[in-house]
């Protein structure tokens, strides 16, 4: 069984930014998450990291997400720099890390609606994908709660759809998990990311942010194209998540450059 763990224990302070680290906004942040059979994740990341499990019906299951936002005032953390605005979904599974015990996220990859792509794509090797992004949201100016949040993505990699939304007094649903709190921990706060890079190395980069206030949502309809593409969820199984999280907005701090892990 999946031990509880808590804020207090993961929650540090913000390491201090330098050199090209960025600070950015996430609006329209939302987290979707499916819980399918381990054995669906055969392959997709080395030896170094294991498949972080829960246990659901007396069956092991891995998560993965699928994070959708919208970049705002994406800018350098440290000098006067030009800010951007741009649409990105993130596809990620939850994984640890052998050699550290870190409980962390093995990026699928990224799809990314701006000219900065050749940035992260070509520069590092990241494997970021091009993507026409819109997001139609609707927030109820009382309560602050999406009444509708829709968003589609165009991509020869990744194309996707999905639509969201809230309703008063929707609580926290968390299969597999002990407490909410331990839910909320492992799905919103991985601060470290692995991947391998479009020239094959193992990368890594690091975030940092504070706690994320994130409230539940519903899944109206879901289509993610690489999920289905991968054999990982099916588009059948893609209507029911393990969970859908949302929060309007909430800043992150990216350390960059990304880092290469070499082969000991």
């Keep these: ?5 808590f804020f207090n224990d993961v929650l540090i302070d913000r390491p201090r930014p330098t050199g090209i680290d960025v600070l950015c906004g996430l609006k ?3 987290i979707i998450t499916y ?8 392959g997709h990341f080395p030896g170094r990291f294991k498949l972080d499990t829960v246990d659901i019906d007396g069956k092991a299951h891995g998560l993965i997400s699928v994070v959708p936002f919208i970049d705002v005032d994406f800018t350098s953390a440290v000098l006067p720099f030009p800010k951007f605005t741009m649409g990105q979904t993130n596809y990620r ?17 990224t799809a990314l609606d701006s000219w900065t792509l ?3 794509r070509l520069i590092w090797n990241l494997p970021w994908h091009a993507a026409k992004i819109t997001f139609d949201c609707v927030q109820s100016p009382d309560s602050g709660l999406y009444e509708q949040y829709s968003m589609q993505a165009k991509s020869a990699w ?3 759809s999905v639509e969201l939304s809230q309703a008063s007094g929707q609580i926290f649903d968390f299969p597999g998990f002990p407490n909410v709190e331990t839910a909320l921990v492992y799905l919103t706060h991985p601060l470290a990311g692995f991947y391998y890079r479009r020239d094959k190395q193992l990368g890594t980069y690091r975030v940092w942010h504070k706690k994320l206030e994130v409230q539940a949502a ?6 993610f194209d690489l999920l289905d593409r991968l054999g990982l969820v099916t588009l059948e199984e893609q209507q029911v998540p393990h969970s859908v999280l949302i929060e309007p907005l909430n800043e992150f701090t990216i350390y960059l450059p990304p880092k290469v892990i070499r082969k000991s």
């Design 1 to 5: 069984m999946l031990q509880s763990i």
């Design 218 to 223: 519903e899944l109206k309809h879901a289509r």
């Design 158 to 160: 990744a194309s996707a």
């Design 28 to 30: 329209h942040f939302s």
């Design 118 to 120: 050749f940035v992260p």
């Design 35 to 42: 819980a399918v059979p381990e054995e669906r994740f055969v």
């Design 93 to 109: 599974i939850y994984i640890v890390d052998t050699e550290t015990n870190e409980r962390c996220v093995w990026f699928l990859g």
